[in-house]
Protein backbone atom coordinates (compact mmCIF):
# COMPACT_ATOMS: atom_id res chain seq x y z
CA UNK A 1 0.00 0.00 0.00
CA UNK A 2 2.56 2.55 -1.48
CA UNK A 3 0.54 4.52 -3.86
CA UNK A 4 -0.49 7.87 -3.08
CA UNK A 5 -2.60 10.61 -5.03
CA UNK A 6 -3.46 14.02 -5.23
CA UNK A 7 -6.61 14.48 -2.45
CA UNK A 8 -9.70 14.58 -4.31
CA UNK A 9 -10.96 18.31 -5.03
CA UNK A 10 -14.72 19.34 -5.15
CA UNK A 11 -16.65 16.78 -7.04
CA UNK A 12 -17.35 17.63 -10.27
CA UNK A 13 -20.27 17.19 -12.38
CA UNK A 14 -21.19 13.69 -13.51
CA UNK A 15 -20.86 12.93 -17.19
CA UNK A 16 -24.11 13.39 -19.26
CA UNK A 17 -25.32 10.10 -18.81
CA UNK A 18 -26.37 7.49 -21.71
CA UNK A 19 -29.06 6.14 -20.05
CA UNK A 20 -31.00 5.93 -16.96
CA UNK A 21 -28.56 3.09 -15.15
CA UNK A 22 -25.61 5.15 -16.56
CA UNK A 23 -27.33 7.70 -14.43
CA UNK A 24 -27.68 6.05 -10.99
CA UNK A 25 -24.10 4.34 -11.54
CA UNK A 26 -23.33 8.28 -11.47
CA UNK A 27 -25.09 8.88 -8.17
CA UNK A 28 -23.30 6.00 -6.65
CA UNK A 29 -19.86 6.92 -7.73
CA UNK A 30 -20.84 10.86 -5.70
CA UNK A 31 -22.39 8.92 -3.26
CA UNK A 32 -19.26 6.48 -2.25
CA UNK A 33 -17.18 9.71 -2.96
CA UNK A 34 -18.94 12.34 -0.67
CA UNK A 35 -20.29 9.41 2.32
CA UNK A 36 -18.55 10.90 5.21
CA UNK A 37 -15.80 8.02 6.78
CA UNK A 38 -17.09 8.28 10.24
CA UNK A 39 -17.20 4.98 12.88
CA UNK A 40 -20.29 3.70 12.10
CA UNK A 41 -21.03 5.50 8.82
CA UNK A 42 -22.65 1.59 8.08
CA UNK A 43 -24.38 2.18 4.71
CA UNK A 44 -22.76 5.26 2.97
CA UNK A 45 -21.63 3.13 0.04
CA UNK A 46 -24.31 0.36 -0.05
CA UNK A 47 -25.98 -0.69 -3.35
CA UNK A 48 -28.85 2.02 -4.55
CA UNK A 49 -31.68 0.00 -3.75
CA UNK A 50 -30.43 0.00 0.19
CA UNK A 51 -30.16 3.24 0.14
CA UNK A 52 -33.09 4.64 -0.95
CA UNK A 53 -35.73 1.73 -0.50
CA UNK A 54 -35.30 0.50 3.05
CA UNK A 55 -36.93 3.34 4.55
CA UNK A 56 -37.10 3.52 8.64
CA UNK A 57 -35.38 -0.42 8.78
CA UNK A 58 -32.43 1.01 7.22
CA UNK A 59 -31.88 4.59 9.40
CA UNK A 60 -33.17 2.51 12.51
CA UNK A 61 -30.07 -0.11 11.91
CA UNK A 62 -27.84 2.81 10.83
CA UNK A 63 -28.78 4.73 14.26
CA UNK A 64 -27.90 1.28 16.09
CA UNK A 65 -24.88 0.91 14.52
CA UNK A 66 -23.88 4.68 15.40
CA UNK A 67 -24.68 4.30 19.03
CA UNK A 68 -22.77 0.88 19.28
CA UNK A 69 -19.85 2.83 17.61
CA UNK A 70 -20.16 5.99 19.99
CA UNK A 71 -20.52 3.63 23.64
CA UNK A 72 -17.42 2.05 22.09
CA UNK A 73 -15.52 4.89 21.53
CA UNK A 74 -16.11 6.92 24.56
CA UNK A 75 -16.79 4.24 27.30
CA UNK A 76 -13.85 2.37 25.90
CA UNK A 77 -11.71 5.68 26.02
CA UNK A 78 -12.42 6.12 29.67
CA UNK A 79 -12.06 2.49 31.49
CA UNK A 80 -9.18 1.49 32.74
CA UNK A 81 -7.75 4.62 33.77
CA UNK A 82 -6.91 3.58 36.96
CA UNK A 83 -4.36 1.35 35.31
CA UNK A 84 -0.62 3.17 35.88
CA UNK A 85 2.30 1.66 34.29
CA UNK A 86 5.50 0.42 36.30
CA UNK A 87 8.49 2.17 35.35
CA UNK A 88 9.10 -0.72 33.13
CA UNK A 89 5.87 -1.13 31.41
CA UNK A 90 6.25 -1.31 28.14
CA UNK A 91 5.91 2.48 26.79
CA UNK A 92 2.34 2.79 25.10
CA UNK A 93 1.51 2.51 22.01
CA UNK A 94 2.52 6.20 19.86
CA UNK A 95 -0.42 7.64 18.25
CA UNK A 96 -0.52 7.12 14.65
CA UNK A 97 0.32 9.97 12.86
CA UNK A 98 -1.24 8.34 9.59
CA UNK A 99 -1.25 4.65 9.04
CA UNK A 100 -3.82 4.75 6.09
CA UNK A 101 -2.57 7.62 4.83
CA UNK A 102 -1.63 5.64 1.40
CA UNK A 103 -4.88 3.77 1.51
CA UNK A 104 -6.94 6.65 1.97
CA UNK A 105 -5.08 8.06 -0.84
CA UNK A 106 -6.02 5.39 -3.42
CA UNK A 107 -9.21 5.56 -1.60
CA UNK A 108 -9.55 9.35 -2.67
CA UNK A 109 -8.51 8.81 -6.72
CA UNK A 110 -10.71 5.63 -6.87
CA UNK A 111 -13.96 7.56 -6.07
CA UNK A 112 -12.40 10.40 -7.94
CA UNK A 113 -11.81 8.24 -11.08
CA UNK A 114 -15.59 6.76 -10.51
CA UNK A 115 -17.15 9.84 -10.94
CA UNK A 116 -15.55 10.65 -14.26
CA UNK A 117 -15.86 6.77 -15.49
CA UNK A 118 -18.96 5.22 -13.34
CA UNK A 119 -18.56 1.95 -15.23
CA UNK A 120 -15.45 1.14 -14.61
CA UNK A 121 -16.05 -2.03 -12.55
CA UNK A 122 -12.27 -2.65 -12.07
CA UNK A 123 -12.01 0.62 -9.94
CA UNK A 124 -15.09 -0.32 -8.21
CA UNK A 125 -13.89 -3.67 -7.09
CA UNK A 126 -10.62 -1.88 -6.20
CA UNK A 127 -12.73 0.10 -4.53
CA UNK A 128 -14.13 -2.43 -2.83
CA UNK A 129 -11.14 -4.36 -1.49
CA UNK A 130 -9.87 -0.92 -0.42
CA UNK A 131 -12.36 -0.25 2.24
CA UNK A 132 -12.83 -3.88 3.43
CA UNK A 133 -8.75 -2.99 4.04
CA UNK A 134 -9.27 -0.05 5.89
CA UNK A 135 -12.00 -2.08 7.96
CA UNK A 136 -9.31 -4.22 8.59
CA UNK A 137 -6.18 -1.61 9.30
CA UNK A 138 -8.98 0.16 11.99
CA UNK A 139 -10.71 -2.68 13.39
CA UNK A 140 -14.18 -0.91 12.13
CA UNK A 141 -16.68 -3.16 10.59
CA UNK A 142 -18.68 -0.08 9.78
CA UNK A 143 -16.74 0.03 6.59
CA UNK A 144 -18.24 -3.86 5.56
CA UNK A 145 -21.01 -2.06 4.17
CA UNK A 146 -19.32 0.05 1.71
CA UNK A 147 -17.11 -2.95 0.38
CA UNK A 148 -20.31 -5.04 -0.38
CA UNK A 149 -21.80 -2.09 -1.75
CA UNK A 150 -18.69 -1.38 -4.50
CA UNK A 151 -18.16 -4.64 -4.97
CA UNK A 152 -21.71 -5.33 -5.99
CA UNK A 153 -21.86 -2.40 -8.13
CA UNK A 154 -18.58 -3.51 -9.61
CA UNK A 155 -20.57 -6.95 -10.33
CA UNK A 156 -23.95 -5.09 -11.85
CA UNK A 157 -21.45 -3.36 -14.36
CA UNK A 158 -19.71 -6.43 -15.38
CA UNK A 159 -21.30 -9.71 -14.02
CA UNK A 160 -18.83 -11.69 -15.80
CA UNK A 161 -16.00 -12.00 -16.22
CA UNK A 162 -15.20 -10.02 -12.92
CA UNK A 163 -12.74 -12.58 -10.79
CA UNK A 164 -11.60 -9.40 -8.80
CA UNK A 165 -15.17 -8.70 -7.62
CA UNK A 166 -15.69 -12.21 -6.24
CA UNK A 167 -12.43 -12.65 -4.65
CA UNK A 168 -13.51 -9.22 -2.87
CA UNK A 169 -16.51 -10.38 -1.89
CA UNK A 170 -14.81 -13.55 -0.78
CA UNK A 171 -12.60 -11.59 1.17
CA UNK A 172 -15.73 -9.88 2.66
CA UNK A 173 -17.79 -12.81 3.54
CA UNK A 174 -14.83 -14.14 5.50
CA UNK A 175 -14.38 -11.05 7.33
CA UNK A 176 -17.72 -11.21 8.25
CA UNK A 177 -17.19 -15.07 9.09
CA UNK A 178 -19.59 -16.06 6.42
CA UNK A 179 -17.02 -19.08 5.54
CA UNK A 180 -19.40 -21.14 3.55
CA UNK A 181 -20.57 -17.87 1.42
CA UNK A 182 -16.84 -17.14 1.19
CA UNK A 183 -15.80 -20.54 -0.36
CA UNK A 184 -18.59 -19.51 -3.06
CA UNK A 185 -17.61 -16.72 -4.17
CA UNK A 186 -13.56 -18.04 -4.00
CA UNK A 187 -14.94 -20.90 -6.38
CA UNK A 188 -16.70 -18.62 -8.64
CA UNK A 189 -13.86 -16.49 -9.38
CA UNK A 190 -11.68 -19.66 -9.48
CA UNK A 191 -13.78 -20.84 -12.39
CA UNK A 192 -13.03 -17.45 -14.71
CA UNK A 193 -9.38 -17.19 -13.59
CA UNK A 194 -8.45 -20.36 -12.34
CA UNK A 195 -4.42 -18.64 -11.81
CA UNK A 196 -6.02 -15.97 -9.25
CA UNK A 197 -3.24 -16.58 -6.30
CA UNK A 198 -5.60 -14.71 -4.29
CA UNK A 199 -8.64 -16.26 -5.15
CA UNK A 200 -6.95 -19.17 -3.96
CA UNK A 201 -6.13 -17.32 -0.40
CA UNK A 202 -9.94 -16.56 -0.08
CA UNK A 203 -10.44 -20.38 -0.59
CA UNK A 204 -7.95 -21.44 1.85
CA UNK A 205 -8.72 -19.18 4.72
CA UNK A 206 -12.79 -20.54 4.21
CA UNK A 207 -11.89 -24.06 3.56
CA UNK A 208 -9.55 -23.52 7.21
CA UNK A 209 -12.40 -22.34 8.92
CA UNK A 210 -14.80 -24.75 7.77
CA UNK A 211 -12.67 -27.49 9.05
CA UNK A 212 -12.12 -29.17 5.95
CA UNK A 213 -8.51 -29.38 6.37
CA UNK A 214 -7.56 -31.26 3.65
CA UNK A 215 -9.08 -29.05 0.74
CA UNK A 216 -7.56 -26.19 2.71
CA UNK A 217 -4.15 -27.18 2.37
CA UNK A 218 -4.63 -27.97 -1.17
CA UNK A 219 -5.64 -24.46 -1.53
CA UNK A 220 -2.79 -23.14 -0.06
CA UNK A 221 -0.84 -25.53 -2.12
CA UNK A 222 -1.78 -24.10 -5.20
CA UNK A 223 -1.46 -20.38 -3.46
CA UNK A 224 1.94 -21.51 -3.60
CA UNK A 225 2.61 -22.70 -6.82
CA UNK A 226 1.14 -19.57 -8.59
CA UNK A 227 2.91 -17.02 -6.40
CA UNK A 228 5.25 -18.06 -3.23
CA UNK A 229 4.98 -14.61 -1.60
CA UNK A 230 4.05 -13.62 2.12
CA UNK A 231 0.47 -14.23 1.90
CA UNK A 232 1.26 -17.79 0.77
CA UNK A 233 3.77 -18.76 3.03
CA UNK A 234 1.94 -17.56 5.93
CA UNK A 235 -1.10 -19.34 5.49
CA UNK A 236 1.13 -22.74 4.92
CA UNK A 237 2.41 -21.88 8.33
CA UNK A 238 -0.52 -21.64 10.31
CA UNK A 239 -1.79 -25.01 8.06
CA UNK A 240 1.50 -26.97 9.28
CA UNK A 241 0.81 -25.23 13.15
CA UNK A 242 -2.89 -26.58 12.88
CA UNK A 243 -1.25 -29.90 12.45
CA UNK A 244 1.28 -29.99 14.99
CA UNK A 245 4.53 -29.20 12.97
CA UNK A 246 5.49 -25.81 14.90
CA UNK A 247 9.14 -26.40 14.19
CA UNK A 248 7.87 -26.15 10.02
CA UNK A 249 5.71 -23.98 10.45
CA UNK A 250 8.33 -21.26 12.63
CA UNK A 251 10.55 -22.03 9.78
CA UNK A 252 8.15 -21.16 6.58
CA UNK A 253 7.04 -17.59 8.79
CA UNK A 254 11.33 -16.88 8.51
CA UNK A 255 11.61 -17.29 5.15
CA UNK A 256 8.15 -15.03 4.96
CA UNK A 257 10.43 -12.37 7.40
CA UNK A 258 13.49 -12.83 4.86
CA UNK A 259 10.81 -12.09 1.70
CA UNK A 260 9.21 -8.55 3.89
CA UNK A 261 10.25 -5.50 2.88
CA UNK A 262 7.61 -3.26 4.02
CA UNK A 263 7.63 -2.12 7.46
CA UNK A 264 3.90 -3.70 7.89
CA UNK A 265 5.23 -6.85 6.48
CA UNK A 266 7.77 -7.26 8.67
CA UNK A 267 6.10 -6.39 11.69
CA UNK A 268 3.59 -9.21 10.98
CA UNK A 269 6.40 -11.48 10.33
CA UNK A 270 7.55 -10.87 13.77
CA UNK A 271 4.04 -11.50 15.70
CA UNK A 272 3.84 -14.42 13.99
CA UNK A 273 6.96 -15.89 14.93
CA UNK A 274 6.25 -14.27 18.05
CA UNK A 275 2.56 -16.26 19.21
CA UNK A 276 4.55 -19.67 17.74
CA UNK A 277 7.52 -18.50 20.20
CA UNK A 278 4.69 -17.86 22.98
CA UNK A 279 2.25 -20.61 22.08
CA UNK A 280 5.10 -23.03 23.06
CA UNK A 281 6.26 -21.18 26.24
CA UNK A 282 9.13 -19.49 24.93
CA UNK A 283 9.26 -16.07 26.69
CA UNK A 284 12.34 -14.85 25.72
CA UNK A 285 11.89 -15.51 21.87
CA UNK A 286 8.34 -14.59 21.79
CA UNK A 287 9.47 -10.97 23.89
CA UNK A 288 12.74 -10.92 20.98
CA UNK A 289 10.01 -10.94 18.35
CA UNK A 290 7.36 -8.69 19.55
CA UNK A 291 10.53 -5.94 20.11
CA UNK A 292 12.05 -6.60 16.50
CA UNK A 293 8.76 -5.84 15.15
CA UNK A 294 7.78 -2.65 16.92
CA UNK A 295 11.16 -1.70 15.76
CA UNK A 296 9.78 -2.12 12.34
CA UNK A 297 6.33 -0.55 12.73
CA UNK A 298 5.63 0.71 16.31
CA UNK A 299 1.61 1.08 16.09
CA UNK A 300 1.12 -2.62 14.84
CA UNK A 301 -1.13 -3.34 17.74
CA UNK A 302 -1.43 -6.95 17.78
CA UNK A 303 3.11 -6.99 19.29
CA UNK A 304 1.57 -3.91 21.83
CA UNK A 305 -0.71 -7.05 22.79
CA UNK A 306 2.01 -9.83 22.33
CA UNK A 307 4.25 -7.97 25.03
CA UNK A 308 1.39 -7.10 27.39
CA UNK A 309 0.95 -10.99 27.49
CA UNK A 310 4.81 -11.32 28.15
CA UNK A 311 4.57 -8.75 30.88
CA UNK A 312 1.82 -10.36 32.60
CA UNK A 313 3.88 -13.94 32.26
CA UNK A 314 6.86 -12.50 33.58
CA UNK A 315 4.42 -11.53 37.01
CA UNK A 316 4.31 -7.51 36.14
CA UNK A 317 0.77 -7.45 36.11
CA UNK A 318 0.54 -3.10 36.25
CA UNK A 319 2.78 -2.84 32.69
CA UNK A 320 0.50 -5.62 31.12
CA UNK A 321 -2.25 -3.79 32.54
CA UNK A 322 -1.25 -0.70 30.99
CA UNK A 323 -0.77 -2.57 27.84
CA UNK A 324 -4.12 -4.02 27.10
CA UNK A 325 -5.53 -0.42 28.26
CA UNK A 326 -3.93 1.07 25.10
CA UNK A 327 -4.46 -1.93 22.60
CA UNK A 328 -8.43 -1.86 23.93
CA UNK A 329 -8.42 1.99 23.90
CA UNK A 330 -6.89 1.67 20.13
CA UNK A 331 -8.99 -1.26 19.21
CA UNK A 332 -11.48 -2.17 20.85
CA UNK A 333 -12.25 -5.93 19.30
CA UNK A 334 -14.30 -8.63 20.96
CA UNK A 335 -11.40 -10.24 21.31
CA UNK A 336 -8.51 -7.78 22.60
CA UNK A 337 -11.88 -6.79 25.11
CA UNK A 338 -12.41 -10.40 26.38
CA UNK A 339 -8.11 -10.60 27.45
CA UNK A 340 -8.35 -7.74 28.62
CA UNK A 341 -11.39 -8.31 30.75
CA UNK A 342 -9.63 -11.78 31.69
CA UNK A 343 -6.36 -10.27 32.95
CA UNK A 344 -8.60 -7.89 35.13
CA UNK A 345 -9.93 -10.70 36.57
CA UNK A 346 -6.49 -12.50 37.57
CA UNK A 347 -5.73 -8.88 39.00
CA UNK A 348 -8.91 -9.22 41.35
CA UNK A 349 -10.71 -6.50 39.93
CA UNK A 350 -14.10 -8.06 38.54
CA UNK A 351 -15.66 -4.71 38.45
CA UNK A 352 -13.73 -3.73 35.98
CA UNK A 353 -13.62 -7.19 33.83
CA UNK A 354 -17.07 -6.77 34.15
CA UNK A 355 -17.23 -3.42 32.50
CA UNK A 356 -14.64 -4.75 29.67
CA UNK A 357 -16.93 -7.80 29.18
CA UNK A 358 -19.94 -5.45 28.39
CA UNK A 359 -17.90 -3.38 25.73
CA UNK A 360 -16.87 -6.83 24.42
CA UNK A 361 -20.84 -7.45 24.37
CA UNK A 362 -21.26 -4.24 22.23
CA UNK A 363 -18.32 -4.95 19.93
CA UNK A 364 -20.00 -8.12 19.10
CA UNK A 365 -23.36 -6.22 18.34
CA UNK A 366 -21.79 -3.76 16.11
CA UNK A 367 -19.32 -6.44 14.32
CA UNK A 368 -23.62 -8.38 14.14
CA UNK A 369 -25.26 -4.92 12.97
CA UNK A 370 -22.15 -4.76 9.48
CA UNK A 371 -23.52 -8.44 8.63
CA UNK A 372 -20.93 -10.34 10.60
CA UNK A 373 -21.35 -13.64 12.59
CA UNK A 374 -19.31 -14.57 15.65
CA UNK A 375 -21.28 -17.03 18.03
CA UNK A 376 -17.78 -18.47 18.37
CA UNK A 377 -16.60 -15.08 20.88
CA UNK A 378 -20.61 -15.30 22.33
CA UNK A 379 -19.11 -18.48 23.70
CA UNK A 380 -16.43 -17.31 25.21
CA UNK A 381 -18.86 -13.56 26.21
CA UNK A 382 -21.30 -16.03 27.79
CA UNK A 383 -18.76 -18.31 30.01
CA UNK A 384 -17.08 -15.19 31.26
CA UNK A 385 -20.39 -14.21 32.64
CA UNK A 386 -21.44 -17.57 33.68
CA UNK A 387 -24.42 -18.32 31.42
CA UNK A 388 -23.63 -21.74 30.26
CA UNK A 389 -26.69 -22.19 29.08
CA UNK A 390 -26.19 -19.10 26.46
CA UNK A 391 -22.92 -20.46 25.86
CA UNK A 392 -23.91 -23.54 24.80
CA UNK A 393 -26.79 -22.52 22.47
CA UNK A 394 -24.05 -19.97 20.68
CA UNK A 395 -21.75 -23.20 20.41
CA UNK A 396 -23.85 -25.50 18.64
CA UNK A 397 -25.16 -22.80 16.59
CA UNK A 398 -21.44 -21.95 15.13
CA UNK A 399 -20.54 -25.71 15.43
CA UNK A 400 -23.45 -26.21 12.52
CA UNK A 401 -21.99 -23.92 10.82
CA UNK A 402 -18.37 -25.34 10.82
CA UNK A 403 -16.57 -28.17 12.54
CA UNK A 404 -12.89 -26.08 13.15
CA UNK A 405 -11.20 -26.76 16.20
CA UNK A 406 -11.26 -23.90 18.10
CA UNK A 407 -15.10 -24.41 17.95
CA UNK A 408 -15.08 -28.22 18.67
CA UNK A 409 -13.22 -26.62 21.84
CA UNK A 410 -16.16 -24.11 22.41
CA UNK A 411 -18.43 -26.83 22.59
CA UNK A 412 -16.47 -28.75 24.80
CA UNK A 413 -16.16 -26.14 27.45
CA UNK A 414 -19.55 -24.97 26.92
CA UNK A 415 -21.04 -28.45 27.55
CA UNK A 416 -18.58 -28.36 30.87
CA UNK A 417 -20.10 -25.63 32.12
CA UNK A 418 -23.51 -27.32 31.58
CA UNK A 419 -22.52 -30.01 33.34
CA UNK A 420 -22.59 -32.75 30.30
CA UNK A 421 -19.14 -34.05 30.74
CA UNK A 422 -19.02 -37.01 28.58
CA UNK A 423 -20.39 -35.14 25.81
CA UNK A 424 -17.80 -32.61 26.40
CA UNK A 425 -14.73 -35.06 26.44
CA UNK A 426 -15.80 -35.72 22.52
CA UNK A 427 -15.50 -32.37 21.29
CA UNK A 428 -12.28 -31.53 23.73
CA UNK A 429 -10.99 -34.66 21.74
CA UNK A 430 -11.89 -33.26 18.20
CA UNK A 431 -10.42 -30.23 19.08
CA UNK A 432 -7.00 -31.75 19.07
CA UNK A 433 -7.96 -34.44 15.95
CA UNK A 434 -5.33 -32.87 13.82
CA UNK A 435 -2.59 -32.54 16.10
CA UNK A 436 -2.55 -28.83 16.96
CA UNK A 437 -0.14 -28.28 20.35
CA UNK A 438 -2.53 -25.91 22.29
CA UNK A 439 -2.03 -24.99 26.24
CA UNK A 440 -5.71 -24.06 26.24
CA UNK A 441 -7.35 -27.06 24.41
CA UNK A 442 -5.13 -29.39 26.46
CA UNK A 443 -6.07 -27.50 29.86
CA UNK A 444 -10.11 -27.59 28.99
CA UNK A 445 -10.17 -31.66 28.18
CA UNK A 446 -7.85 -32.31 31.91
CA UNK A 447 -10.66 -30.32 33.40
CA UNK A 448 -13.27 -31.98 31.84
CA UNK A 449 -11.50 -35.59 32.46
CA UNK A 450 -10.96 -35.14 36.75
CA UNK A 451 -14.94 -33.54 36.01
CA UNK A 452 -15.46 -37.89 35.05
CA UNK A 453 -13.06 -38.96 37.76
CA UNK A 454 -10.15 -39.81 35.20
CA UNK A 455 -7.80 -38.56 37.61
CA UNK A 456 -4.48 -39.75 35.82
CA UNK A 457 -5.85 -38.92 31.97
CA UNK A 458 -6.50 -35.36 33.74
CA UNK A 459 -3.12 -35.04 35.20
CA UNK A 460 -1.04 -36.41 31.78
CA UNK A 461 -3.50 -33.63 29.83
CA UNK A 462 -3.05 -30.62 32.61
CA UNK A 463 0.83 -31.22 33.29
CA UNK A 464 1.11 -31.39 29.02
CA UNK A 465 -0.50 -28.05 29.22
CA UNK A 466 1.74 -26.67 31.67
CA UNK A 467 4.42 -28.23 29.87
CA UNK A 468 3.79 -26.43 26.61
CA UNK A 469 3.74 -23.13 28.02
CA UNK A 470 3.20 -22.30 31.40
CA UNK A 471 1.79 -18.83 30.98
CA UNK A 472 -1.24 -19.45 28.28
CA UNK A 473 -3.53 -17.73 30.59
CA UNK A 474 -3.54 -15.64 33.61
CA UNK A 475 -6.57 -17.36 34.85
CA UNK A 476 -6.56 -20.90 33.37
CA UNK A 477 -3.00 -21.82 33.89
CA UNK A 478 -3.20 -21.04 37.54
CA UNK A 479 -6.70 -23.29 37.90
CA UNK A 480 -4.72 -26.17 36.06
CA UNK A 481 -2.38 -25.81 38.81
CA UNK A 482 -4.89 -25.98 41.37
CA UNK A 483 -6.88 -28.49 39.37
CA UNK A 484 -3.41 -30.90 39.30
CA UNK A 485 -2.50 -30.24 43.60
CA UNK A 486 -6.22 -31.43 43.85
CA UNK A 487 -5.95 -34.74 42.11
Request: proline share 6%.
Amino acid sequence: MTRTADAAAAPPAAPPAANEADANEADAARSAADAPAAVGAASAAAPADERTGRGRGALRGVVIVAVLAAVLLAVGGVLGLRDTPSPDAPAAAPRPKAPTAALDASIAAAQERLRRLPRDHVTWAALGSAYLEKSRITADPGWYPRAEGALRRSLDVRPAPNAAALTGLGALANARHDFAAARVHAQRALAQNPYSADAYGVLADAETQLGHADAATAAIQRMLDLRPALPALTRASYDLEQRGRTDEAAALMRRALAAAVDPAEIAFCRYQLGELAWNTGDLDAAARHYRAGLAADPDYLPLHQGRSKVAAAQGDLDAALAGYRTVTQRSPTPTYLLEYAELLRAADRPADAAAQLALAEAAGQLFAANGGSDDLTTVALKLALGEPAEALAAAEREWKRRQFAEVADAMAQALHASGRNAEALRFAEKASALGVRNAHFLYHRGAIQAALGRADEARRSLSAALALNPHFSPVEAPAARRTLAML
